[in-house]
């Protein structure tokens, strides 16, 4: 048996659908994002962007700027010189010598107001010359390509990527396990299929702001919509080479992130032409379209599976070559392309693996973190590659995959072998049964409609080792303050730890609340993203807790003249076991401190037990993820014939999250993720020729849209992980990975042709069903 | 060039001198200060500006502000009554429809005039109204609940 289903407690918070607290101020407009920040004399920033992907910058000159009456400052990449880069410290704060993706600042103003600003970036003159380019990732690996960095392995970098320097590889993952040829020779079927990814925008409905202010020690503060500022901490001081104590980040509301205000993106020119303005801040705000030409987009991808089989579908040597297109920097592209491949053979036994996962440079849009961090993309192949070896050895997709599908024990592609929380197999089993899978969909009742049905599963690993520190402080009337640096960006991450915490400390969830982030005052959080914050921070904060009840104990045994372990902690008291005496919280700290009371601190500091950076050369890790999510999603869909237009119908989407804190706001991420899901499975792709974006704006690039949004029933399988606040995992990330692949399944089930590349285009489905014809294929009979 | 106007805004009544390129974003956002109004996309497609003018749901960011002279204007601060929340925040809330929050002011502004409009719709209706505001967070579903729920109220 692969589920684990303890006793369950009753919870008093935990488990229950909880209103978020924050909602009041959102509906009442109150709640204050980094866009609608104005502080004191602040001044204006605007970029001026390189028209050309790859270009040597013969001339800058702003002289002309400078004539604008409230103009501030006027700067170009000479006057700043630093790099800044998460795993790679590749990027200028303004380019210098070149730029490397049209889109790149190569000068910056800052004025009184943004009208001025933008007229004076107008004024700047810059000379160009034209560089060679290169824009296929493929093509970009080949002996003898433009290089996009001449300078790789002059870098500062992350000891744990494998770089080659005089080539645009910036990472190389690599996985070995086992045999992978003798597997192959093994096997009584191969098959070698490509698959490939487009680029798809986060599109946070509040675009990315910084606003940077320095002090006359050097002292930089900055307010920032940013997911994980103590990021910033280390990527702003190793950039400035400034001590860490130095740089403060204040974080703002955040209107939406999905994986893209992770790193430094508008900040560094804030900061660069903050050093200019005599101590004024500097707002920088990127425009909608910036966010499409110069921040981060989700990494397409050339993902080459090979797979060898068992004639009864069992897998037995997987070899997969993952190239990711990550531009002109590299920003968390090595990350992502080394996350992604953790989980490339998906949640299946295997004992023979090869993987080569590359992270290349080109001179397009940057690539960088987005919801799944790899993982969607990976997924998209296995999955599809599974269905495409289950119709091949006419076998059912469900019945291949219960064949393969982790259980406890089971050892993944990276050597960690799983010991706790392991659903994959219930989620199958749920979605099958919640969606009715094994029975056929009802007919459209239109011959030029057919209908089909597809499911996927999958796993996703969290970024790991990672580490997360709270305190928690108690007043001396027993309210709380949580101090930490998580962020609330919409996923509801506030309710939840405060659900944890009442629990914990078993008081009423009204007397929680939580600090807004400020990295000079609320301790370490490494990132509010990779679904790790209710594991990490959750575990955390029961650590601080515990610290909490400890000194409450320590205190409150003194005062009721008992000793230490006769002293128990219930509901905010301290009670001396098995009589009626007890002290409230307040009456210790009283009784402690006086009359005029202090405050009473817990801390903790989760780091996950066990978890270690895998071996360079071999991928192999004791631990690579603090846990593993799984997901299993069936989608309905309508494929029209004469038009090539797919119709997502339902969606049943059912996850292992390991116990679910707050179900209202668990579902709410399933809805939420499908969805956003979905705009990347059908329709959203960033146009980018010869380097430029040609649809950078939302009536080019279309989000869905409430027409666009099926029905969607989440389902949940509480697999508790034995080392989860009270069982908890995480679940943000992984609803985005399935569901591209389940609606490919599902246009194959309708029409019988297989969409290799995402999206799923009317004019793909088209082609294939044409091509169908043509070649006498496996078209299946209308509904 | 500036230009003498008298707008309604929340309620209250103003003579202010504008300039005569200045969006109604502009001068509600940063010269009323009332940041509930957000920016998503300053191209009128995003809808999250969206404010009403003698009850009209309208793009503050393609608006002229000078155009609004003798008009009255709701932003989401406004849209409270006597200090109490409107059906529709208080069904947003309980529906769990928010999660940002940023295009939030605007969803609710559409959908409150909509309501006076059509105080009945069905789900359909309602998806149909709110196509030209865009959520990248909820995905939708509870927020046409949330309509649904403060339409039925």
């Known amino acids: ?783 | 060039m500036t230009q003498s106007i008298s707008i309604t805004v929340n309620g209250e009544a103003l003579t202010l001198d504008i300039a005569d390129n200045w969006t109604l974003f502009h001068l509600v956002k940063d010269t009323l200060g009332l940041i509930g109004t957000k920016d998503g996309c300053r191209q009128g497609v995003c809808g999250s500006c969206t404010v009403l003018i003698d009850g009209v749901p309208i793009r503050s960011c393609m608006a002229l502000a000078v155009r609004c002279d003798g008009k009255s204007v709701t932003t989401i601060e406004g849209l409270r009554v006597n200090g109490e929340l409107h059906p529709l925040q208080q069904a947003f809330i309980d529906a769990g429809a928010v999660q940002c929050g940023y295009c939030t002011p605007g969803i609710l502004l559409t959908m409150a005039a909509y309501l006076e409009e059509n105080p009945t719709p069905t789900e359909d209706e309602v998806r149909e109204a709110l196509i030209g505001n865009l959520c990248r967070c909820t995905g939708y579903a509870r927020i046409i609940r949330a309509v649904m729920k403060a339409s039925a109220a």
């Open chain 1, 1 to 783: 048996m692969d589920v684990k289903t303890k006793h369950a407690p009753s919870f008093r918070y935990v488990g229950k659908p909880i209103k978020r607290g924050e909602a009041v101020d959102k509906v009442k407009g109150q709640w204050v994002y980094g866009t609608d920040l104005v502080l004191p004399g602040m001044l204006y920033a605007k970029a001026l962007r390189s028209p050309y992907p790859h270009a040597r910058i013969v001339s800058v000159d702003v002289s002309r700027a400078w004539r604008l009456a409230g103009i501030r400052v006027a700067i170009t990449g000479k006057d700043v010189d630093y790099l800044f880069g998460s795993a790679i410290r590749d990027e200028p704060f303004i380019a210098r010598d070149k730029v490397c993706y049209a889109g790149e600042p190569v000068a910056a103003v800052a004025a009184m107001s943004e009208e001025i600003a933008r007229e004076a970036i107008d004024l700047i003159d810059v000379e160009y010359e034209e560089l060679p380019c290169v824009f296929d990732p493929l093509e970009a690996m080949k002996d003898g390509a433009p290089l996009v960095h001449e300078k790789l392995g002059s870098y500062a970098a992350e000891s744990t990527f494998t770089t080659y320097p005089g080539t645009n590889i910036c990472n190389h993952t690599k996985i070995r396990r086992g045999d992978v040829e003798r597997g192959f020779s093994e096997a009584d079927e191969v098959y070698e299929d490509v698959y490939t990814t487009q680029y798809v925008q986060h599109c946070p409905l509040e675009t990315h702001v910084g606003i940077a202010q320095i002090a006359s020690d050097g002292a930089v503060t900055m307010w920032s919509n940013s997911q994980a500022p103590y990021n910033f901490v280390r990527d702003m001081g190793n950039a400035l080479d400034l001590p860490y104590n130095m740089i403060r980040i204040i974080s703002t509301g955040i209107g939406g992130g999905f994986g893209s205000k992770i790193y430094l993106r508008p900040e560094p020119l804030a900061v660069a032409l903050a050093k200019f303005a005599d101590g004024k801040p500097v707002k920088h705000a990127f425009t909608r379209e910036e966010e499409f030409t110069s921040c981060v987009t989700k990494h397409p991808t050339h993902l080459t599976f090979k797979t060898g089989v068992k004639r009864d579908g069992t897998l037995v040597a997987r070899k997969i070559t993952a190239i990711f297109n990550t531009g002109g920097y590299a920003d968390t592209g090595p990350q992502v392309a080394r996350n992604g491949a953790f989980s490339g053979t998906g949640p299946y036994r295997l004992d023979n693996i090869w993987v080569d996962s590359y992270c290349v440079y080109t001179n397009n849009p940057q690539a960088g973190a987005f919801r799944g961090y790899g993982v969607p993309q990976l997924t998209w192949a296995h999955e599809s590659q599974m269905d495409d070896i289950a119709y091949r050895l006419g076998i059912d997709p469900v019945e291949i995959r219960m064949r393969n599908l982790f259980e406890l024990g089971d050892t993944t592609c990276t050597g960690e072998v799983l010991r706790t929380s392991v659903g994959a197999k219930e989620t199958l089993r749920r979605a099958v049964e919640v969606s009715d899978f094994g029975k056929p969909l009802a007919p459209s009742g239109n011959p030029k409609i057919a209908r089909g049905r597809g499911l996927a599963t999958m796993h996703k690993l969290t970024y790991t080792p990672t580490t997360s520190t709270a305190i928690i402080k108690m007043h001396q009337d027993g309210t709380i303050n949580i101090l930490s640096s998580t962020l609330e960006m919409g996923q509801g991450i506030y309710t939840a730890l405060r659900q944890i915490v009442a629990e914990r400390l078993e008081l009423p969830l009204e007397h929680i609340r939580i600090s807004p982030p400020d990295t000079d005052y609320t301790p370490y959080d490494q990132t509010t993203s990779g679904s790790r914050s209710v594991f990490h921070m959750g575990n955390a904060l029961m650590l601080a807790s515990g610290h909490l009840i400890d000194q409450l104990r320590e205190l409150g045994c003194q005062q009721l003249d008992c000793l230490i372990d006769e002293a128990e902690y219930r509901e905010g008291a301290v009670w001396r076991k098995n009589t009626n005496e007890f002290l409230s919280a307040c009456d210790i700290i009283t009784g402690h401190f006086g009359p005029r009371g202090s405050t009473i601190q817990g801390q903790g500091t989760f780091t996950p037990p066990g978890a270690k950076v895998p071996d360079k050369e071999n991928g192999q890790s004791p631990k690579v993820s603090a846990f593993w999510m799984y997901a299993t999603h069936v989608a309905d869909v309508e494929v029209d014939i004469e038009t090539g237009q797919v119709t997502v119908l339902r969606v049943v989407a059912a996850h292992d999250a390991g116990r679910i804190i707050n179900p209202d706001g668990a579902e709410a991420q399933i809805e939420g993720g499908v969805v956003q899901g979905l705009g990347a499975t059908l329709h959203e792709e960033m146009i980018v020729k010869d380097g430029i974006i040609l649809n950078p704006t939302f009536a080019e690039y279309k989000i869905p849209a409430t027409m666009d949004v099926p029905e969607i029933i989440p389902v949940f399988v509480e697999t508790e992980h034995d080392e989860g606040p009270y069982g908890a995992k995480g679940l943000g990330e992984p609803v985005l990975a399935p569901i591209s692949p389940a609606v490919a399944n599902a246009v194959f089930d309708a029409v019988g042709v297989r969409i290799p590349s995402l999206p799923i285009t009317p004019g793909k489905v088209l082609c294939a069903l044409e091509e169908n014809r043509r070649t006498g294929g496996s078209m299946k009979e209308g509904a």
